[in-house]
């Protein structure tokens, strides 16, 4: 009996497999506040699965987190998903969404519906939400300028087309006013924004204020701090996934993640709730594996094709750009932009450290003489900060070193160059406006 429920099972399970209209259901027997667990459904499913639970007078969405022979862990894509014992939950399969061009302008969800109440979406060519990054061997080489506007930026940690970067900064530093500002860069073909956890409130201002005329060229995916862990975890998958269709069509596209630290911080929800232990800062092992195939997938296409210029946002937690996760972040990306807050206090905005920065292909960008003014300028910065707390005891005294002195001139007027409003023109030619302050 037992090996023809066997044979029985495998047989249902190949015919599901095969895409035929056969629903395949369990019931609910564990209801817990961070997870329900599912019988009649462990053949059937596949870590990552979406199913469909249907509660009082409703039903709602969830998703396989963990799966063994006792039953499947399935946690919800809603925070209150009144779902109670006994609870039908159905097999749907992987989850996927299917971008158009014509998204371009639009608000969606973590699931690629729309929330702007500007009607449907039209419909492409489906994918999957967590595909793997293109063969190394095949990737095009990063080579190209991918100016942004931002004067810092452009002369100190220029970017190329393809190129992944990250910018390091705690909170009220001014991270997502940056991150506006570079969306308006004229490089890109298309633009895919993620705002993961913010505050409602901010997702209208970011779109009437920061995008402005930019939204008609942007999708923006977005999934707020009051949506589950698992909205929050797939939010940064969709962006993604969008911006590989648009990149497979051969555009130029440029992906802003705000934050990188909040994706991680649902993995961390969801890992703990399948039963993983906590490591380093009580992230599970499971986070420092799921962060990398993520930002990899981002980068140059193909030979020919298009590509991903991705730049993530890290909310340092504390001020401390040392934290695991801003560590494992750093340690995969192309370069890193680090904001802090004692150059905000002093009104400097962007409160870009240009001394901690760094794009890792800037020699691509830079031509020789280029290179030689910027390296300039840097040496001339560091030499001032180095001597602030000197300066500040009274003991400097212009004449008694001549390089000093030359920074104690010309590092105010390096900043002012560098300084740019959130509202500001971009600034195309920074370096020779730097030439000119060390002439």
């Given at each position: 009996?037992?090996?023809?429920?066997?044979?029985?099972?495998?047989?249902?399970?190949?015919?599901?497999?095969?895409?035929?209209?056969?629903?395949?259901?369990?019931?609910?027997?564990?209801?817990?506040?961070?997870?329900?667990?599912?019988?009649g459904l462990s053949k059937f499913l596949r870590l990552d699965d979406c199913v469909l639970l249907e509660g009082a007078g409703r039903s709602c969405h969830g998703q396989a987190i963990r799966i063994d022979r006792a039953g499947v862990l399935v946690k919800s894509?809603?925070?209150?998903?009144?779902?109670?014992?006994?609870?039908?939950?159905?097999?749907?399969?992987?989850?996927?969404?299917?971008?158009?061009?014509?998204?371009?302008?639009?608000?969606?969800?973590?699931?690629?519906?729309?929330?702007?109440?500007?009607?449907?979406?039209?419909?492409?060519?489906?994918?999957?939400?967590?595909?793997?990054?293109?063969?190394?061997?095949?990737?095009?080489?990063?080579?190209?300028?991918?100016?942004?506007?931002?004067?810092?930026?452009?002369?100190?940690?220029?970017?190329?087309?393809?190129?992944?970067?990250?910018?390091?900064?705690?909170?009220?530093?001014?991270?997502?006013?940056?991150?506006?500002?570079?969306?308006?860069s004229a490089a890109f073909d298309s633009a895919v924004i993620c705002l993961v956890g913010e505050r409602g409130r901010e997702v209208r201002d970011f779109l009437a204020e920061a995008l402005g005329q930019s939204a008609a060229n942007a999708v923006v995916v977005?999934?707020?701090?009051?949506?589950?862990?698992?909205?929050?975890?797939?939010?940064?998958?969709?962006?993604?996934?969008?911006?590989?269709?648009?990149?497979?069509?051969?555009?130029?596209?440029?992906?802003?993640?705000?934050?990188?630290?909040?994706?991680?911080?649902?993995?961390?929800?969801?890992?703990?709730?399948?039963?993983?232990?906590?490591?380093?800062?009580?992230?599970?092992?499971?986070?420092?594996?799921?962060?990398?195939?993520?930002?990899?997938?981002?980068?140059?296409?193909?030979?020919?094709?298009?590509?991903?210029?991705?730049?993530?946002?890290?909310?340092?937690?504390?001020?401390?750009?040392?934290?695991?996760?801003?560590?494992?972040?750093?340690?995969?990306?192309?370069?890193?932009?680090?904001?802090?807050?004692?150059?905000?206090?002093?009104?400097?905005?962007?409160?870009?450290?240009?001394?901690?920065?760094?794009?890792?292909?800037?020699?691509?960008?830079?031509?020789?003489?280029?290179?030689?003014?910027?390296?300039?300028?840097?040496?001339?910065?560091?030499?001032?900060?180095?001597?602030?707390?000197?300066?500040?005891?009274?003991?400097?005294?212009?004449?008694?070193?001549?390089?000093?002195?030359?920074?104690?001139?010309?590092?105010?007027?390096?900043?002012?160059?560098?300084?740019?409003?959130?509202?500001?023109?971009?600034?195309?030619?920074?370096?020779?406006?730097?030439?000119?302050?060390?002439?």
């Amino acid at each position: 009996m037992a090996d023809a429920l066997t044979r029985l099972g495998d047989a249902v399970a190949s015919f599901a497999r095969r895409g035929a209209r056969l629903s395949v259901s369990g019931v609910v027997t564990e209801v817990s506040p961070s997870h329900f667990r599912v019988e009649g459904l462990s053949k059937f499913l596949r870590l990552d699965d979406c199913v469909l639970l249907e509660g009082a007078g409703r039903s709602c969405h969830g998703q396989a987190i963990r799966i063994d022979r006792a039953g499947v862990l399935v946690k919800s894509f809603e925070s209150n998903a009144g779902v109670g014992l006994g609870a039908r939950v159905t097999r749907l399969g992987p989850i996927e969404i299917a971008p158009h061009l014509d998204w371009k302008g639009r608000v969606i969800d973590a699931l690629g519906r729309p929330i702007d109440g500007l009607g449907p979406l039209n419909q492409g060519p489906t994918r999957g939400l967590d595909a793997p990054p293109p063969n190394p061997m095949s990737r095009a080489r990063v080579d190209a300028p991918a100016p942004t506007g931002v004067a810092a930026i452009d002369a100190f940690t220029p970017l190329c087309r393809g190129q992944r970067v990250g910018v390091f900064a705690g909170s009220g530093v001014g991270k997502s006013t940056l991150l506006s500002m570079m969306t308006r860069s004229a490089a890109f073909d298309s633009a895919v924004i993620c705002l993961v956890g913010e505050r409602g409130r901010e997702v209208r201002d970011f779109l009437a204020e920061a995008l402005g005329q930019s939204a008609a060229n942007a999708v923006v995916v977005v999934a707020t701090g009051d949506e589950s862990p698992m909205m929050r975890r797939l939010a940064p998958l969709a962006a993604t996934a969008i911006a590989e269709s648009y990149r497979d069509q051969g555009q130029s596209v440029l992906l802003i993640m705000d934050s990188v630290t909040r994706y991680a911080h649902a993995l961390r929800e969801i890992a703990l709730a399948a039963g993983e232990p906590p490591a380093a800062n009580g992230f599970a092992p499971s986070v420092f594996a799921d962060i990398p195939r993520l930002l990899e997938r981002a980068g140059p296409g193909l030979d020919g094709g298009g590509s991903i210029t991705a730049i993530f946002s890290v909310l340092v937690d504390g001020d401390n750009h040392n934290d695991p996760i801003a560590d494992c972040i750093r340690g995969t990306l192309d370069g890193h932009i680090v904001l802090e807050r004692e150059i905000a206090e002093q009104g400097r905005y962007p409160a870009i450290n240009i001394l901690k920065s760094i794009s890792r292909l800037a020699d691509r960008v830079w031509s020789p003489p280029e290179r030689e003014i910027v390296a300039k300028a840097r040496a001339l910065v560091a030499r001032f900060e180095d001597t602030r707390d000197l300066r500040l005891l009274g003991g400097y005294q212009p004449g008694g070193d001549a390089e000093l002195d030359r920074a104690v001139q010309l590092t105010p007027a390096i900043y002012k160059a560098l300084q740019q409003a959130p509202d500001a023109p971009p600034k195309p030619n920074v370096i020779q406006e730097l030439a000119a302050v060390l002439s």
